[in-house]
């Protein structure tokens, strides 16, 4: 069964930093993963999709890493931004035809002005 | 990106009713619709997967006879909670995936239902 890691679990941090958000998974299997934010009490946002075949992905400020044989993949935020606190959330898709997404429990990010 | 709505947002009930969430996708056709439950501070849980007119697979511990899903057309699935109780209470979420690409494409959420059962 996939497990999905993130660390750090939460991390607060002053604007203006770039910050690093890991996530490891256990079944390098995948189809794709995809990374998305969640606000408290809201859905889930999609941030970057990588599919497997593929390295990185960038929208913006955000730069997603994939490392698929090693089970890794990084979130790149740069120049961060009291708007970006979320919980962040890395989703691997999995090796069935149904295509479900793995779950992790996030990082939650507080950016402080 | 492409829009999954979800309703109602919310919604309060007594034990022992029922309670039917749906999920549209607007603006593309979802072979396949997901839905998860998410207690606080928890992360999602996947609940069940449903391909369009064919039944609903659900997760081990699941019960399919207490949430009943239905994906009747490519745009809308629903999730009824029959004899909801206190511990159905917690947030529903629902996903859709387009029908080109199969498992390689990129999925997107709901809002999000809060269910609520005194």
């Known amino acids: 069964k996939q497990e999905v890691t993130q660390i750090p679990a939460a991390l607060s941090v002053p604007e203006g930093e770039n910050l690093v958000l890991n996530c490891s998974f256990t079944?390098?299997?995948?189809?794709?993963l995809q990374w998305f934010r969640q606000d408290p009490g809201k859905g889930l946002t999609s941030l970057l999709l990588i599919q497997s075949s593929q390295r990185e992905q960038t929208s913006g400020r955000l730069n997603a890493s994939l490392d698929k044989s090693s089970g890794r993949s990084t979130l790149y935020i740069a120049a961060s931004q009291p708007g970006d606190s979320a919980t962040y959330l890395c989703?691997?898709?999995?090796?069935?035809?149904?295509?479900?997404?793995?779950f992790g429990r996030g990082t939650q990010l507080t950016v402080w002005p | 990106g492409a829009v999954v709505s979800q309703h109602p947002s919310w919604v309060i009930c007594k034990s022992g009713t029922s309670v039917k969430i749906e999920c549209r996708s607007l603006?593309?056709?979802?072979?396949?619709m997901f839905w998860y439950r998410q207690f606080p501070k928890q992360s999602l849980m996947l609940m069940a997967t449903?391909?369009?007119?064919?039944?609903?697979?659900?997760e081990q511990g699941v019960e399919k006879d207490k949430f009943l899903i239905n994906h009747a057309s490519l745009t809308l699935s629903t999730l009824t909670v029959t004899s909801a109780h206190p511990e159905d209470s917690s947030f529903y979420i629902c996903?859709?995936?387009?029908?080109?690409?199969?498992?390689?494409?990129?999925?997107?959420f709901g809002p999000g239902t809060r269910l609520t059962v005194l």
């Open positions: 449903s391909n369009e007119g064919s039944k609903a697979t659900y």
């Open positions: 989703a691997p898709t999995g090796g069935s035809t149904l295509g479900r997404l793995y």
């Open positions: 996903s859709a995936r387009g029908t080109s690409g199969g498992a390689n494409n990129e999925q997107f």
């Open positions: 603006d593309f056709q979802a072979t396949t």
């Open positions: 079944d390098s299997a995948i189809y794709n």
